[in-house]
């Protein structure tokens, strides 16, 4: 096994130091604790505060995303592990600026259960929360279960729509509604190559075939929809871009921002050629792209692959989006 | 062999189709030509150009630092290969808005002798130019035959001083003599751990052992100068680290901006992991990091392996490295 690390056991608690030693000008420990990551920047009381928490192992999600115009705080597990819910509950008190803190993650098992106990435990101190569980791939489950969805690269664009909000000094209502929103209108879906290798365990988690892709894996390298034929960056493009109009249909005239989003191991040319053929198709259909997002945005760590995201967007939510955001991994300086 | 592209023969066109589809607000094509991009914002006449080349294949290197304050234009040639003198010559006029440019690149054997070709060309034509050789890989030749050593990821440093330089319309003796100064404090060394695959080659260009990492391998799959054992991080740290040190030593009190660039397909988590312990050393020395570069800024596609670039700086260079730039791959809007 070939990862750069020293013991398994520290790989997240040393992620987390080389972090903080990076980028102390933007991100703070809260109280030395190497799993909670908070803003640096100086924060209006009465801000709602956005906080997030999840598995370690798909930087730059979540970490990488704490800063001004985007999360308040982050807790994060092992890798591909939830972190506690006490670990949850100090993050979110340290995140209240008085008006109130939105939660906002992947719906995975362990993460709902703990954040349901930290917001029962906060709000008994009088702390007012508000749960958004992001449900953007659609190879998770299909239409008729989407409580079972699970949270991937789209949580990115929930992320800077709902801290551009707060940072505009909305109430956790508003701030709540147009995440709601932005949500409703966006969908993900991935493509995976080769699998990963979790620090602890030693040896890959699953294994894909030499000459096979599998359609809808997972980040945790869940079991995905079709296993498929390699196939041409083309042909993948076209048929992410079907699953996701077959579930959510967009019309010509309509803008929406697009990510494409590497895994972890798969070279930029791969990602621009891939989404130089969304792009076409796009226009093909007169759909615009507004902001498109290229890059290392949720990982699997060594997982080779990509994931396609597409925001439909009205005036409000293209407005949220290009607002200024500075976070060690994610920086916009649009006015 | 598992490449996300279309015909291995158009690799390349279709990854500059791709940047010009998502980033025509930040750069352009010379003429329609696949091989040439340029800064597509509105340069001030009398501004020095500055323009590299080299081959496909190491985004965001070069392609991707095209744009305000950085480059003004870049020629590619097939991966891993030499553009035509005829196309640098092309850019470079394209380049020259009236008092000259700077053709900065990586000391590759094929860059060397086709930019010698195009400047001589493009200076019969009455356009000033000057070369600056790129040799920050230390591992690359010994310090007797400096003139052998290849430019690495030090590359993007050399590209964000003379790009900053050229924007506060200095002459091009000023921006030469600034971006030689900055590269004579400027050392880079790298170690592998997987081969990368040339598109039309299709398979592995080299092979390390299951267990085996080497230091000091190039970019392109160039021998490295030792053979290892895979080893902790901090070990790597400790390694990368001292090979710069023995040939550019830098005294506490100084300070040093510190590249820990992925070669493609290295967590972002390992990354930050070494950062943690470069850090540290370099506190216990009482060196400062300013400005912290982590992240991939110079790949070889799915290589796995990461290099140190270390970075001496003075006023004047800090001042110039953290100007804005806005490219598509490198944003800073530091005041």
Redesign the interface.
Known sequence: M?????KAEN?VD??M???I??YADRVKLLNNDRRILLTNSSVRKGKVGIVTAGG??H??MFL?YVGQGMLDGCAVGNVFASPSSKKMADMIRACDYGSGVLCLYGNYGGDNMNFDMACEMVEFEGIETRTIRVRDDVASSSRNTLDKRRGVAGMVYAFKIAGAAAEQMMSLDEVSKLTEKALKSTRSVGVA??PCIVPEVGKPTFSIGE?E?EIGMGIHGEPGIEVSK?M???E?ARILLEKIFNDMPVQGEEEVSVMINGL?????????????KI??ILAEKNIK?YM?H???YA?S??M?G?SLTVLKLDADLKSLLRSPASTP?Y?N?NK
Do not use: Q, W
Request: hydrophobic content about 45%.
């Open positions: 070939k990862k750069i690390m020293n790989f040393e992620t130091e080389g972090i030693l990076a370690s192992g930087l730059p990488g190559l080769s000459d892709i390699m041409t960056a083309d993948i972890g191991a798969t070279p930029m040319e791969e990602l621009l050629i891939v989404y130089r792009h076409m792209v498109p290229i890059g290392e990982t760590m060594e080779a990509l991994f920086t300086y």
